[in-house]
Structures are given as C-alpha cells and as structure tokens.
C-alpha cells in the first residue's frame, strides 16, 4: 500500500490520478489534498477519499472549505505555500503526484523531494525553472522522479532496457492544437473558446492554451533535457495531429521506439504509480487497424513563436527559462481574460525576456526571484503596450 498526497487535487491530471488511485484502492490510500479554489470540488474528494489533511490557495478559501466541510477532526485544512509544503513531507507519504498548475509547484516539489518523498511529475515548471536543482536534489536523496506527462512517460518507457549512450536524440510529438492549418492572419482573430478548443486531448485552461501556442512543447523540451540527461540538440519536436504516438527514441544504430496508445492521461498515471508494472484499466485498447494515417510534420516556428522562443531560452539557460515561463504565465492568463490578442503572447514573452540579464540560476531563491521579476516586468509591459 503506498500512501500519496495529490498536489493539484481539482484540475484535470488530479481528477484523472484519483481516477486511478479509486480504480487500484487496495494498491494506493490517499493522505492528502491540495487544491486551488475549486472547494466544492474538493469537499466531493474529501468525502469520497477522506485524506487527513488538505491546502487550498488562500485562507480566505480555506475558511469557506471549512464552513463547507467543518469536522476538523477528521480533515485538517491547510493554505497557501506553507500549507502545499506541509502536505507534501508529510511522514506518512509515500509518494507525492506533482499536478499544481504553473511556478506554484516548484517549492512544494522540491521540498517533498529534499524529504525523501519520491514524485509522479506533472508539474513541467518544476524541470523548466529548476531542473539540475531538483535533479540533483533527487539523486541526493535517492528518490525517484518518474514522468506523468504523456510525452515524458513515453520517452521513459522507450527507453527502458538500453543505455543512455546509445540514445541519439528523442523525438517529442505535437498535437500541433486547433490552430496548426491557420495562417498568421487567421490566428490574429481567434479567441479564448477557440484555442481552448483542442482537438484531441480535454485539459485545464493553461495548458490548452500553452498546446495553441507550441509554448507546452517547448516546456517539454526543456524538461526532457533535465529528466533524460541529455544536451538541447538531442531534442526534437514533430507535429503529429493524431495524438496516437506519445513520443519516441532514436538510437545511434538507427533504430527508432516509439510508444503508442490512445489519448488518454491515465495510462501514464497508472504506469507512474505502479512502475514497472503496466496496471490494467477500462480504456478501450489501441485499435490501429482502424487508423488510416500516421502523420508527422516540422513545427512552424516562424508561426508559432512561443516554441522557438522555448528554444532559446533553453539555449541561453540559467535564470531565462524559468523568466520564459513567469511571463507566458502572465501572457495566457491576459489572452484568457481578453486583455491582448492570441499573437501578443509571444510578443510579451519576447519583450521580458529581452528586459532580462540571466544568472546562473545556482539556488532555488535565485530562480524564485527571477520569476518574481519577470512577473513584475510582464505586467509593467502588460500595462504599457496592451492597455486599452
């Protein structure tokens, strides 16, 4: 029995993991809940899981939880940074799943691995903002930090069994969104309900948004470069619409293994939990007698400039890309409150990264004062070339 505290508890990976711990109850107990606001959500989770604590965002959110479920007994209610820490080096966790959407995750990640706690990583700007420190954290501890992306876990299972000096390169797929036919012109036009409407996978606001961009798989590059050991230019990114082959591996022979399955984030839940065992669930098998075409294509980064922009700050490294994610942050949140347009995305991502002289990044506060900044300089442009 592994004990689990979910981080991220009401967005769509946190549903989708107790999903998997309800399905495998005499495998997983849940021990603790963070959320964000969503308290009826969570209050549902609580009865359903009964976990021995919780944390929201704020205490203003915290005292509506427990208006809303007031036996403190049996539920202690946490909040804010501290409160997300606290649940994630509990002593009795096992395992902590890593789902908070955004910068947010970090210090909570980190922590449970400096407490000996082994990670299912959601969270990609953990790795984007610090991965050689939590690398490096991990292999200190002797903990594990196995991959929930869909992405990620295809690469990790490709590469079971095979040295990482054979590897050549990995090779990350795309669904390229809803916006991967649409010329710059038609792209100037959409909307919020447009880009949140992605063609194959049913994910939170973010990071459907991050998926219309191609930001989501230059976040994925750099966290592949952490995880995997490997340097940028062994990295590649193909647009692959069907969202049927998760990724793949190239080997220095020319062989190639690539992990296939149907779109769905249980499956690498499940395998991050239970690994190495492959769990069984009530998804439909892969049928690829039904498939009439695999297609792969180059990114356009000239269209889509939040990948090459990724690129670059992987390029640059130490603080920039942990500034790239604090103003994309900034950026999408603007775009899905209607404040600037779909193509001012990247153009404010450009303009704080322009603003920023990178440091090596060497300490967590370090980094966290770099996105504090970024976050500062985002919305001071925000407010100067967008408003009105």
Not at 240 to 268: C, F, K, N, W
Not at 299 to 312: H, I, R, T
Request: net charge negative.
């Amino acid at each position: 029995m592994k004990n689990i505290t979910l981080l991220g508890s009401t967005g769509s990976i946190g549903v989708n993991a107790l999903k998997v711990l309800e399905m495998y109850s005499d495998q997983f107990r849940v021990v603790a809940l963070g959320a964000g606001r969503n308290i009826e959500r969570l209050a549902t989770q609580i009865e359903q899981f009964h976990p021995s604590a919780v944390a929201v965002q704020d205490a203003e959110t915290a005292h509506q939880l427990r208006e809303l479920y007031p036996d403190k007994q049996a539920c202690k209610v946490l909040w804010g940074n501290g409160g997300f820490i606290e649940l994630a080096t509990l002593e009795e966790t096992d395992t902590v799943i890593s789902a908070m959407m955004g910068a947010a995750g970090l210090l909570p990640t980190f922590s449970a691995i400096r407490a000996g706690k082994n990670v299912a990583l959601a969270n990609k700007e953990t790795m984007v903002m610090a991965g050689g420190l939590v690398m490096a954290e991990a292999k200190k501890q002797g903990v594990s930090l196995l991959p929930i992306d869909s992405e990620h876990s295809a690469i990790f299972q490709s590469l079971q069994g095979h040295l990482n000096e054979d590897v050549r390169r990995i090779i990350l797929t795309a669904s390229g969104g809803p916006f991967r036919s649409f010329s710059l012109e038609q792209m100037a036009q959409v909307t919020p309900e447009d880009a949140l409407n992605h063609p194959n996978w049913l994910m939170g606001p973010k990071i459907t948004i991050d998926s219309a961009t191609l930001m989501n798989k230059g976040l994925e590059a750099i966290e592949a470069k952490w995880l995997f050991d490997l340097h940028m230019d062994q990295i590649s990114i193909l647009v692959h619409p069907q969202s049927i082959v998760h990724s793949m591996v190239e080997y220095r022979d020319g062989s190639t293994i690539a992990q296939l399955g149907v779109p769905d984030m249980m499956i690498p839940i499940a395998y991050a939990l239970s690994y190495p065992r492959h769990l069984e669930n009530a998804l439909p098998p892969l049928d690829l007698g039904s498939l009439r075409t695999l297609s792969f294509e180059e990114p356009d980064l000239d269209k889509f400039k939040c990948l090459s922009l990724a690129l670059k700050a992987a390029s640059t490294g130490g603080t920039m890309p942990a500034v790239l994610n604090a103003a994309n942050e900034i950026a999408v949140s603007a775009f899905l409150s209607r404040k600037i347009g779909f193509l001012a995305i990247p153009d404010l991502i450009e303009r704080t990264m322009e603003k920023h002289a990178p440091l090596p990044g060497e300490s967590i506060e370090e980094v966290m004062d770099a996105d504090d900044l970024a976050r500062k300089t985002a919305k001071a442009l925000l407010a100067k070339h967008y408003s009105g």
